[in-house]
């Protein structure tokens, strides 16, 4: 496991908390501040992708999760939140077509 530098793991870990409280827009404001000290931590990627996710900027978080797999292809939460989003938009997309 890598090691974060201080101030770049204390952005992400505010953005956690905040995403805990439902506080997406402010996570994504403390997940953008890590990544702009670390712009290869994979975490925070992820923890953006997901307050994305959780403020249906689904292809926002889409775009996120590809970065987060380029910078590690293996990285099975970003795999798993995409296959989600996906589905999410076939739902979405067939509960349109039926109206």
């Known amino acids: 496991m890598k090691i974060k ?17 439902g506080k997406y827009e402010e996570a994504v404001e403390s997940f953008n501040k890590a990544l702009e000290l670390d712009p290869n931590d994979v975490d925070a990627w992820m923890g953006k992708g997901v307050s994305l996710k959780n403020l ?32 999410l938009n076939q739902s979405h997309a067939q509960s349109e077509g039926r109206g």
């Open 56 to 87: 249906k900027e689904y292809q926002k978080a889409l775009e996120v999760y590809d970065k987060a797999l380029e910078l590690d292809p293996d990285f099975e939460p970003a795999k798993k939140e995409r296959e989600e989003i996906s589905a």
């Open 5 to 21: 530098p201080k101030e770049t793991e204390l952005w992400y870990r505010k953005g956690v908390n905040l995403e805990k409280l």
